[in-house]
T-cell receptor
Framework: DTGVSQDPRHKITKRGQNVTFRCDPISEHNRLYWYRQTLGQGPEFLTYFQNEAQLEKSRLLSDRFSAERPKGSFSTLEIQRTEQGDSAMYLC????????????????FGQGTRLTVV | RKEVEQDPGPFNVPEGATVAFNCTYSNSASQSFFWYRQDCRKEPKLLMSVYSSGNEDGRFTAQLNRASQYISLLIRDSKLSDSATYLCVVNGEGTALIFGKGTTLSVSS
């Protein structure tokens, strides 16, 4: 399977614990995005990377959230001291660079990690 | 003003109906526009890109009005399988894909 892969698919954790999610993008894609989605809402942008550079992180929900992509391949999203309000689906997507003068870049999503904080 | 705003749903239509979704965006520098489809408990998937001149893909037609910062999606001859949430997505240069909240379509027989 050459699609975007996320691990784990489901995570139940106790309030106050730290959690880390992993995303493996499509191999030739250099852009990687993290989103959070709650019921009835569209995906909420958190952060994204171009290769290993994190280009925007101001939208991370709080300083408890951090993301890395150390070698420009897979990425991790960590939430420290989880709260019940962090319960959501965390989606990762990847896209290829702009090419051939085509500005549109389709992003492919993984199936997400569903986090439940109890 | 929110970055990407969509018609509130849900839209409930019979099979064969024509339905239109609207979307407005706030960043006049945005360069790329998309409609994504999301089925219940699934990840979003690209439905179609939206080009300045407008574009059509079978029963689906997308339009862009840069002056009004407005995007639309028209679905003709609705099928039961079109039932889903439709997400308007805007990409500005140097920024990521920003999604609207989505509009839910329910097509009934």
């Amino acid at each position: 399977d050459t699609g975007v892969s996320q691990d784990p698919r489901h995570k139940i954790t106790k309030r106050g614990q730290n959690v880390t999610f992993r995303c493996d993008p499509i191999s030739e894609h250099n852009r990687l995005y993290w989103y959070r989605q709650t019921l009835g809402q569209g995906p909420e942008f958190l952060t994204y990377f171009q290769n290993e550079a994190q280009l925007e992180k101001s939208r991370l929900l709080s300083d408890r959230f951090s993301a890395e992509r150390p070698k420009g391949s897979f990425s991790t999203l960590e939430i420290q001291r989880t709260e019940q309000g962090d319960s959501a689906m965390y989606l990762c997507a990847s896209s290829s660079p702009l090419s051939g003068g085509i500005m549109n870049t389709e992003a492919f999503f993984g199936q997400g990690t569903r986090l439940t904080v109890v | 003003r929110k970055e990407v705003e969509q018609d509130p749903g849900p839209f409930n239509v019979p099979e064969g109906a024509t339905v239109a979704f609207n979307c407005t965006y706030s960043n006049s520098a945005s360069q790329s526009f998309f409609w994504y489809r999301q089925d219940c408990r699934k990840e979003p998937k690209l439905l179609m890109s939206v080009y300045s001149s407008g574009n059509e893909d079978g029963r689906f037609t997308a339009q862009l009005n840069r002056a009004s910062q407005y995007i639309s999606l028209l679905i003709r001859d609705s099928k039961l399988s079109d039932s889903a949430t439709y997400l308007c997505v805007v990409n500005g240069e140097g920024t990521a894909l920003i999604f609207g909240k989505g509009t839910t379509l329910s097509v009934s027989s």
